[in-house]
């Protein structure tokens, strides 16, 4: 079963808007990760938000967890052609550091 | 781009064949992960390796297995291939033990026909 639940399933967006995705998770967590992923390719590390952390940045990006709703959510601000991917988050397990993936957010940002 | 390279990148399969994927490791890692990404769907944990061992496992059955060598780097196996095991196989590489991101490659596309 899947940790991780992204929403919206799917996002489209006008070139230079802003672009919100949120993610809800079951157990408690040490820390929460944000993924992207290009067309069938593999994924790439955006941002990994601890529990003890409750907004983090990198770049254009902005990430939130609130651990009492069990929730985080990923913003990307003025987003570029170059943003259409889908975006995961992904949490480790307690005991072994897996991670379980929820079914992704895909965001097509229109030119 | 990570330092986590994934061989071959696409494969087609007859329903029944074996086939091997291959992995190396981020440099420095020594664990590697392995998920299975139906089109549609979030990546699925098949099992991890850690010092040549089998590290834990998802919902997958017997005929999954996997291998790692010295140098870190692994192989996933897949016996009596079913249509239902056409993905993308995802390799990640991390270290043992750390509550830190993992380093994927850019997969295997595996079509069973």
């Known amino acids: 079963s899947q940790q991780g639940e992204e929403d919206p399933q799917a996002l489209s967006i006008q070139e230079g808007e802003n672009a919100t995705m949120n993610c809800s998770y079951k157990?408690?967590?040490?820390?929460l990760q944000w993924y992207r992923q290009n067309s069938g390719r593999g994924l790439v590390h955006l941002i990994l938000?601890?529990?003890?952390?409750r907004e983090k940045h990198s770049g254009r990006l902005r990430v939130t967890l609130d651990t009492s709703k069990k929730s985080s959510s990923l913003l990307i601000t003025a987003s570029r052609a170059a943003d259409t991917a889908s975006y995961f988050c992904?949490?480790?397990?307690?005991?072994?550091?897996?991670?379980?993936f929820g079914a992704g957010t895909t965001v097509t940002v229109r030119a | 781009e990570t330092g986590v390279t994934q061989s071959p990148t696409h494969l087609i399969k007859t329903r029944g064949q074996q086939v091997t994927l291959r992995c190396s490791s981020q440099s420095g890692h020594n664990t590697v992960s392995w998920y299975q990404q139906a089109l549609g769907q979030g990546p699925q944990f098949i099992f991890q390796?850690?010092?040549?061992?089998?590290?834990g496992r998802g919902n997958f059955p017997p005929r999954f297995s996997g291998l790692q060598f010295p140098n870190y780097s692994s192989e996933l196996n897949v016996n009596a291939l079913e249509l239902d095991d056409s993905a993308l196989y995802l390799c990640?590489?991390?270290?043992?033990?750390?509550?830190?991101?993992?380093?994927f490659g850019q997969g295997t596309r595996l079509t069973v026909v």
């Open positions: 990640a590489s991390s270290l043992a033990g750390t509550w830190t991101e993992a380093f």
């Open positions: 938000i601890r529990s003890n952390e």
């Open positions: 157990t408690s967590i040490n820390n």
């Open positions: 992904a949490t480790p397990r307690s005991n072994d550091y897996k991670l379980s």
């Open positions: 390796y850690y010092r040549e061992e089998e590290n």
